[in-house]
């Protein structure tokens, strides 16, 4: 995953201009795992729902794809030294990797689907719905059809194979979010996005949980990206990036 | 996990909410099928073609409608009397009599119909054996009567009634519901009587709080009819001349009347007994002469003193104490008014010139005599009137029925609106609630379509089911109502049948509900990602 000359701005009620997001180029080669850190307001959610394809960017590239074939994509707004908006920027990607900011809506919501997975703080998971059955509704969504083998293996490596059938009340905190983990990785995804995945959690139950995370996207090869303010979380991670030196919105 | 199975889990999350729209669904559909039902059976019965005969004679002081819905489908009172002379005109096979008209190239069949007695609140009708296919003689006839086209009574048990007897022929509805059986001559008169055998007729047909008044004479149940599925199933039929065999239908309407006002009859002054039943309410002319001759034959005139008296004076002269109600349980029996001749049949007191019948039925040749009918009594033989029941049946659907109905359907309609309002709210309400659900479901990869194709079904479907329980409902109202409608005049409905025009409504209330959900719908793809998911 490359991010390239990524901008994102927030008009404030009274009519002011409140840049969020600020980001000339930030890379993410496969199966690489990193911690993003910031302060609270830095903007670590948006630049996931961003990544994520929740939000669309004022201008720039988030670019999917082989990471040498992302890599000869120029930083074309920073060569022309202007923001380019990215709807008229000619497309100059490379067969095989793909803009999430030149997709429509529902073609970025396909796209999440069937390669992001997202784990939230709190589990969001569906209230009327078993465990087996969230894991699958994940698997929903694809095209692709269910896969409940899959669903079973999953459940199962997060400790979780004899609760197949409990809805969410009848799991604990730490629990739900092992069933959260799951879930993201029901689809075998290319990219994690875990926003404070272990915010919520006893310390035991946190190392527990980003235990499951790590091995699962080692598992399946997918990248990782984390964002946490927990030292101990994040000095566990190989990289670790600070938003506030990567964001230029933020100095 | 399809979407299907997607929906019905959302649904039963929230079971409550769901069912209870699904309810005001359900009451507007049942409702409105319960209209449709009634409403198509009301005109299969009503608005029928195929009466066997053309033809009612009547009385031409009641309406065609009143006259109709008396002799078809013994609802409403008999509006009056037309001359038994009239039905020995229009049955002559012989040259009509010197100022009659002829009849005979008019006229195929006829049978008379008398009403006024009742038996546990069922309808004695006097007719003859011609109703059943029999001649006078209980001979079968050639071309039987036919209550419906191509449709003649049949016997279940037994035999049509001897014309000049005491013997009854009783409808299948009444025999079952009133466990009537044949006449046992094993049995003593009383005893038949008491198990169901023979019956003895009440005058008319009196209220709850009325003290029944019961004829003397008891008939012999001789047959029992096959259904008919027509009202004719709730009567007893009894020969008409056996009617004229009752002492009280001598005079009973001055009797009734004068007994209702304590006037004596003695009391009142020769030659103004007119004025004074006038002033009661009874029209002279149509009290017969003989009947007259009974009350005034006792009392000549007094002197010209009363010539001149104000008739309410005379009423005043005349009253008397009521009789106390002992006096009346003392009363004994009527005196018979009638004898036997040596064959038994009956030779009532009453002379066959003051005969009269409530109606005749008839059957004419066709279409050009029956319009033919229609003028003879329209403009010269101003005896009694002459009405078609289909025509009557026909107009009286189209002009009350019909238009009762178009207003109920309308309402119907206007339900439906509202449980689709209902659909609505409930889901809007359901969706405002499930905003972080929706975004979780985005989030997993659902786009803005796919959320708004599963609201839409969800009220699709809510619309499908109310729909579908509410068009078992409303047939099981209209059982109902059929029952309803069997006890009151023995005609039951086809509630079971599901015609297009139901299957239309439910097409259209899933339409309806599925718009409907539209609007909620809209709001969950409006729904955003981002600030709902943090949201909570």
New interface residues.
């Given amino acids: 995953m490359d991010l390239i000359e990524l901008k994102k701005r927030y008009v404030g009620p009274d009519g002011s201009v409140v840049p969020v997001i600020d980001i000339s180029r930030f890379t993410l080669a496969a199966g690489e795992q990193v911690a993003l850190v910031g302060s609270s307001g830095s903007g670590k959610t948006t630049l996931l729902h961003m990544i994520a394809g929740i939000l669309t960017p004022d201008s720039g590239r988030i670019l999917y794809g082989d990471a040498a074939a992302t890599a000869t994509v120029p930083n074309t707004a920073a060569a022309a030294g202007n923001t380019l908006d990215y709807r008229s920027a000619p497309a100059a990607i490379p067969p095989g990797v793909v803009d999430l900011c030149r997709l429509s809506e529902a073609d970025r919501d396909v796209f999440r689907g069937a390669n992001i997975g997202y784990i939230f703080q709190t589990h969001h998971l569906l209230p009327g719905f078993t465990a087996l059955e969230n894991v699958l509704l994940g698997m929903s969504f694809t095209g692709r059809s269910p896969d409940p083998a899959w669903a079973k293996h999953l459940l199962q490596e997060v400790g979780l194979g004899e609760r197949l059938h409990y809805k969410p009340d009848k799991l604990s905190v730490g629990q739900q979010q092992r069933v959260a983990v799951a879930r993201a990785l029901a689809n075998r995804p290319k990219l994690v996005l875990a926003d404070e995945p272990t915010g919520a959690l006893d310390p035991a139950s946190a190392q527990q949980v980003l235990e499951l995370i790590r091995k699962l996207c080692t598992e399946v090869n997918a990248s990782l990206l984390i964002v946490s303010h927990d030292p101990h979380i994040t000095q566990q991670l190989p990289r670790v990036v600070d938003l506030k030196e990567l964001n230029k919105a933020s100095k | 996990?399809?979407?299907f199975q997607?929906v019905l889990?959302?649904m039963?999350?929230r079971a409550l909410g769901t069912w209870l729209t699904i309810f005001s669904v359900l009451l507007g559909v049942a409702m409105a099928v319960a209209i449709l039902i009634i409403h198509r059976e009301a005109q299969n019965i009503f608005v029928q073609r195929d009466f066997g005969y053309d033809i009612l004679l009547g009385p031409s002081k009641g309406s065609p409608l009143q006259l109709t819905l008396n002799t078809v489908y013994h609802m409403d009172a008999s509006p009056g009397v037309i001359p038994y002379e009239l039905f020995e005109d229009i049955t002559r096979k012989t040259a009509p009599l010197p100022g009659h008209a002829d009849y005979r190239q008019l006229v195929k069949q006829a049978v008379p119909f008398m009403v006024g007695d009742s038996f546990r609140g069922r309808r004695i009708v006097g007719t003859s054996p011609a109703m059943f296919g029999f001649d006078d003689a209980g001979k079968p006839g050639k071309s039987p009567w036919q209550y419906r086209e191509n449709k003649s009574y049949q016997f279940a048990q037994g035999r049509v009634f001897g014309l000049k007897k005491f013997e009854a022929v009783v409808g299948s509805d009444v025999a079952a519901t009133l466990h009537l059986h044949l006449y046992d001559d094993k049995l003593t008169p009383e005893e038949n009587e008491a198990q169901g055998g023979a019956f003895r007729a009440t005058h008319g047909m009196p209220g709850p709080n009325e003290k029944p008044d019961i004829h003397k004479p008891r008939w012999k149940i001789v047959g029992i009819l096959a259904p008919t599925h027509t009202a004719n199933d709730r009567v007893l039929f009894v020969p008409f001349v056996s009617l004229y065999a009752i002492a009280e239908h001598e005079g009973g309407m001055i009797d009734q009347a004068l007994l209702r006002a304590n006037i004596d009859p003695n009391r009142i002054p020769a030659g103004r007994l007119d004025d004074v039943l006038q002033s009661l309410g009874i029209d002279p002319k149509q009290v017969p002469a003989s009947i007259k001759k009974k009350f005034n034959m006792q009392h000549p005139a007094t002197g010209p003193s009363v010539e001149g008296k104000d008739v309410s004076a005379l009423i005043k002269d005349a009253t008397v104490a009521p009789a106390p109600v002992a006096a009346e349980e003392d009363e004994g029996e009527d005196p018979d008014a009638y004898h036997l001749d040596s064959k038994g049949d009956i030779i009532p007191d009453l002379p066959s010139d003051e005969w009269a019948l409530s109606a005749i039925m008839v059957k004419t040749f066709g279409s050009f005599q029956q319009a033919s009918m229609q003028y003879t009594f329209k403009v010269i033989d101003d005896r009694a009137a002459a009405v078609n029941p289909a025509d009557v049946m026909r107009e009286f659907f189209n002009t009350f029925l019909s238009s009762s109905t178009t207003i109920l359907l309308i309402i119907s309609v206007l339900v439906i609106v509202v449980a689709a309002v209902g659909i609505l709210v409930s889901i809007y309400n359901s969706v405002t609630a499930r905003k972080?659900?929706i975004a979780?479901?985005?989030?997993?990869?659902?786009?803005?379509?796919?959320v708004l194709v599963l609201i839409c079904v969800e009220a699709a479907f809510i619309g499908l089911f109310g729909g579908l329980l509410g068009l078992l409902v409303g047939h099981g109202l209209a059982a109902v109502g059929s029952g309803f409608l069997n006890s009151l005049i023995g005609q039951s409905i086809n509630w079971f049948l599901v015609d297009r025009f139901e299957l239309l409504y439910l097409f259209g209330v899933t339409i309806l509900a599925t718009l409907a959900g539209l609007v909620p719908a809209l709001s969950a793809y409006r729904t955003s990602?981002?600030t709902n998911?943090?949201a909570?």
């Avoid at chain 2, 979780?440 to 796919?450: H, P, S």
């Fill in positions: 996990m399809n979407h997607l889990k959302q039963r999350q972080k659900e979780i479901l985005r989030a997993l990869g659902a786009t803005r379509n796919r990602v981002a998911l943090v909570g």
